[in-house]
T-cell receptor, first 112, second 109 residues
């Protein structure tokens, strides 16, 4: 079945460590997105990519980095520069900017 | 940037009741989506509806882009409808979707 796979589901990070969240899709979608969700809040855009080897900053990109070397993959690195990384991270994809999103099941990151 | 407001913020219904959720946005948008987030965090796309009316089973949605609002109707609600409903609007000329803060729905058996 086509879909988006995020891994891991739960991730614990020590202060000062970088961690990478995986997002893979087999929907042949061109565009991919990373969102952050804090408890009781809506989603905020971190980064998005419209095409391979290209990506754009969203509203809260500071402390995060991404790459888009393959159409299927859009990993997110949460760096030590991100001051408050504990959150629920959601990856999405779409065929283009005039189509709806498909979301992955998310990764819950906790700083310990 | 665009502001997206959803109302009501919280809603409790008895099973079988009908409800209307509202999404207001502050500027012209290219596109609009409605999502349901289940208690485990999974977001499901309900409607892609930049304008007009669509129906899918017990759910329907209407967007009046010229008046900057969208409505989501839930009829004969079921306990499985519980969760958070988000409206997201796409800023004109960009790929960016801006999410509202959601309506938290609880349906009681």
């Amino acid at each position: 079945d086509g879909g988006i796979t995020q891994s891991p589901k739960y991730l614990f990070r020590k202060e000062g460590q970088n961690v990478t969240l995986s997002c893979e899709q087999n929907l042949n979608h061109d565009a991919m997105y990373w969102y952050r969700q804090d408890p009781g809040q809506g989603l905020r855009l971190i980064y998005y990519s419209q095409i391979v080897n290209d990506f754009q900053k969203g509203d809260i990109a500071e402390g995060y980095s991404v790459s888009r070397e393959k159409k299927e993959s859009f990993p997110l690195t949460v760096t030590s520069a991100q001051k408050n990384p504990t959150a629920f991270y959601l990856c999405a994809s779409s065929e283009g900017n005039t189509y709806g999103y498909t979301f992955g099941s998310g990764t819950r990151l906790t700083v310990v | 940037g665009i502001q997206v407001e959803q109302s009501p913020p919280d809603l409790i219904l008895q099973e079988g009741a009908n409800s209307t959720l509202r999404c207001n946005f502050s500027d012209s948008v290219n596109n609009l989506q409605w999502f349901h987030q289940n208690p485990w965090g999974q977001l499901i796309n309900l409607f892609y509806i930049p304008s007009g009316t669509k129906q899918n089973g017990r759910l329907s949605a209407t967007t009046v882009a010229t008046e900057r609002y969208s409505l989501l109707y839930i009829s004969s609600s079921q306990t499985t409808d519980s969760g958070v409903y988000f409206c997201a609007v796409q800023e004109a000329g960009t790929y960016k979707y801006i999410f509202g803060t959601g309506t938290r729905l609880k349906v009681l058996a």
